[in-house]
């Protein structure tokens, strides 16, 4: 029997019985489609009852999947709950544009390798990483890190008394 012959026999009750177990249309026609896709992937062959079931079976398994996938979403939803993050007033959005843009420009003051630096180690970057990064030996980046700190700190009490 040759695929589409199967296909034209076997898809639409495929399909009427996907969208009886999950009662959405779209998500029935997903898993019946799927199952086809991987009968031809996976090269199954044999008589046409054979693959008839193996074609329900491999769309039964896609569904539970499925909903399984959505239950432990739902599970850690309700553990996890995202929370919008706090709106802001007029007077603190203000004031956080503000701050950034004094760090930005106190950063923006630093040499390349300082920025680079301070920024790759905010980033997480280990002490190997960084020497790589900016092309100096592992053993200087503590120290060129303390340096580039200050030199930032000074950057933003210059800032701060502009």
């Known amino acids: ?62 569904i539970r999947d ?3 996938v ?15 993050p706090p709106v802001e007033t007029p007077a603190e959005e203000l004031q956080r544009s503000e701050d950034v843009a004094r760090v930005r420009a106190a ?12 920024l790759l180690r905010e980033e997480g970057f280990a002490y190997r990483e960084l020497a790589e990064a900016v092309d100096v030996k592992a053993t200087s980046v503590g120290t060129l890190l303390a340096r580039a700190r200050e030199r930032l700190a000074r950057a933003l009490d210059d800032e701060d008394e502009t």
């Open 66 to 68: 499925r909903v399984r």
């Open 70 to 84: 959505k239950d432990n979403r739902a599970r850690l939803l309700e553990e996890n709950p995202v929370q919008p």
């Open 1 to 62: 029997m040759s695929f589409e012959q199967l296909f034209h026999d076997v898809y639409p009750r495929l399909h009427r019985y996907c969208t009886r177990l999950t009662a959405d249309s779209d998500v029935a026609e997903d898993a019946a489609q799927e199952a086809f896709v991987r009968l031809l992937d996976h090269g199954v062959t044999g008589e046409r009852s054979r693959l008839k079931s193996w074609l329900f079976k491999v769309a039964t398994h896609l």
């Open 107 to 118: 950063l923006d003051s630093l040499s390349e390798r300082d920025r680079t630096l301070l």
